[in-house]
């Protein structure tokens, strides 16, 4: 059975990768670009799934999902491919003030609602510690801020490098046998013939690519902003809208607080990710699009990124800013992200995109459910 992925982020890479293990596939992957572009080059990797405010239904599932897939996926990937994935198995410490979330509430009540997420978690077998001040300084002591009352360490939660897994993903698809189409631009679709009347269900044969004419039992749209031009070309347009993020990398040249303990620190949303020898990825910025989906990079808030970091981390106060740079997040326009469902209309195309800001924490999951899709449509 023929199977075609458009998009070769890290959703449509982790896709190719799941779907190479069923047998009986013959998987192609376009992309117009190399892999690992677009949003997956800007992310930063956090993987906040235990440490979320989810509980219930799929929201949490997928986080839950996704947290367990990593920890057997990323030493999977490094035997077969020989790659080496940078993978922060510290966990996450998230910062909490008075005054960040919860203007109104002291902070006896801010922690005691995070008090209450950690006996959630108890009971759905994941760790969440609450720690007063007095332990967040002992085991994060480069963290001073009047504002800070304490924080909430997630053990199980993780951050990893984005191009990295992307590329070991891809190379451990090949292996597999998938075929990559790199510099390949997926074009007009030939529209069916009932002109998608709403009670007519079709099935795509084909789309047009600047190869030609490609067919195929199944269709997978994973290609983030590129899904909005490609679904309205079958008159099924899923509207998903830019979201600009900019990071910084700093170096300092000394490592901040405990050497043997560099967890993810956040605070006030911006994450503070140890990239190892005292340098360390700071962001990011959300920066929505005006009237004509255009987003200038705004000095000012990457600017107030940094000052919120120094503010937390005064150290950071003498780092050199050694790069910049930005990426455009896909966000579903009018629905919750992500988007994972068979396009309205058809029997064989699915949709795997929008992830918004969750892209690479929900990497395995969306891959796993697409898998599922697609194996419990042809064991009917």
């Given at each position: 059975?023929?199977?075609?992925?458009?998009g070769?982020?890290?959703?449509?890479?982790?896709?190719?990768?799941e779907l190479?293990?069923?047998?009986?596939?013959?998987?192609?992957?376009?992309?117009k670009?190399?892999?690992?572009?677009?949003s997956?080059s800007?992310?930063?990797?956090?993987?906040?799934?235990?440490?979320?405010?989810?509980?219930?239904?799929?929201?949490?599932?997928?986080?839950?999902?996704?947290?367990?897939?990593?920890?057997?996926?990323?030493p999977?990937?490094?035997?077969i491919?020989?790659?080496?994935?940078?993978?922060?198995?510290?966990?996450?410490?998230?910062?909490?003030?008075?005054?960040?979330?919860?203007?109104?509430?002291s902070?006896?009540?801010?922690m005691?609602?995070?008090?209450?997420?950690?006996?959630?978690?108890?009971?759905?077998?994941?760790?969440?510690?609450?720690?007063?001040?007095?332990?967040?300084?002992?085991?994060?002591?480069?963290?001073?801020?009047?504002?800070?009352?304490?924080?909430?360490?997630?053990?199980?939660?993780?951050?990893?490098?984005?191009?990295?897994?992307?590329?070991?993903?891809?190379?451990?698809?090949?292996?597999?046998?998938?075929?990559?189409?790199?510099?390949?631009?997926v074009?007009?679709?030939?529209?069916?013939?009932?002109?998608?009347l709403?009670?007519?269900i079709?099935?795509?044969?084909?789309?047009?690519?600047s190869?030609g004419?490609?067919?195929?039992?199944?269709?997978i749209?994973?290609?983030?902003?590129?899904?909005?031009?490609?679904t309205?070309?079958?008159?099924?347009?899923v509207?998903?809208?830019?979201?600009?993020?900019?990071?910084?990398?700093?170096?300092?040249?000394?490592?901040?607080?405990?050497?043997?303990?560099?967890?993810?620190?956040?605070?006030?949303?911006?994450?503070?990710?140890?990239?190892?020898?005292?340098?360390?990825w700071v962001?990011?910025?959300?920066?929505?699009?005006?009237?004509g989906?255009e987003?200038?990079?705004?000095?000012?808030?990457?600017?107030f990124?940094?000052a919120?970091?120094?503010?937390?981390?005064?150290?950071?106060?003498?780092?050199k800013?050694?790069?910049?740079?930005?990426?455009?997040?896909?966000r579903p326009?009018?629905?919750?992200a992500?988007v994972?469902?068979?396009?309205?209309?058809f029997?064989?195309?699915?949709?795997?995109?929008?992830?918004?800001?969750?892209?690479?924490?929900?990497?395995?999951?969306?891959?796993?459910a697409?898998?599922?899709?697609?194996?419990?449509?042809?064991?009917?």
């Amino acid at each position: 059975m023929n199977v075609v992925i458009i998009g070769c982020g890290v959703v449509g890479a982790a896709i190719a990768y799941e779907l190479s293990q069923v047998k009986g596939l013959n998987i192609t992957v376009f992309d117009k670009n190399p892999p690992a572009q677009g949003s997956t080059s800007a992310a930063l990797g956090v993987l906040m799934g235990v440490i979320s405010h989810k509980i219930k239904g799929k929201a949490w599932q997928m986080r839950q999902s996704s947290i367990q897939r990593y920890e057997t996926l990323i030493p999977e990937l490094e035997a077969i491919t020989g790659r080496k994935i940078p993978y922060n198995r510290q966990g996450i410490v998230m910062l909490l003030s008075e005054d960040a979330e919860h203007p109104l509430e002291s902070g006896v009540e801010v922690m005691k609602e995070w008090e209450q997420l950690r006996e959630v978690r108890k009971s759905q077998g994941w760790q969440l510690a609450v720690w007063d001040n007095k332990q967040l300084q002992k085991f994060c002591p480069q963290i001073n801020h009047p504002k800070i009352i304490g924080a909430v360490y997630s053990p199980q939660d993780r951050q990893l490098n984005p191009t990295a897994l992307t590329l070991a993903l891809v190379d451990a698809a090949q292996r597999n046998g998938v075929n990559f189409k790199f510099g390949v631009s997926v074009l007009s679709s030939p529209t069916p013939s009932s002109q998608l009347l709403p009670a007519v269900i079709e099935q795509l044969k084909s789309i047009e690519t600047s190869e030609g004419k490609v067919t195929a039992d199944w269709f997978i749209v994973a290609a983030g902003l590129g899904s909005t031009p490609l679904t309205a070309q079958l008159n099924q347009k899923v509207n998903i809208r830019p979201v600009l993020g900019q990071a910084l990398y700093l170096s300092l040249g000394r490592i901040l607080g405990n050497a043997d303990f560099q967890p993810v620190i956040t605070g006030n949303d911006v994450h503070l990710v140890p990239m190892g020898s005292g340098d360390y990825w700071v962001g990011a910025t959300v920066e929505f699009p005006n009237e004509g989906d255009e987003i200038p990079p705004n000095k000012e808030l990457l600017e107030f990124v940094k000052a919120q970091a120094i503010a937390f981390c005064p150290d950071l106060a003498t780092a050199k800013i050694l790069r910049t740079w930005s990426g455009l997040r896909p966000r579903p326009e009018g629905r919750p992200a992500p988007v994972i469902d068979k396009l309205p209309g058809f029997s064989n195309v699915l949709l795997a995109t929008g992830h918004y800001r969750n892209g690479v924490l929900l990497a395995p999951a969306t891959a796993l459910a697409i898998r599922e899709m697609i194996s419990s449509s042809d064991s009917r």
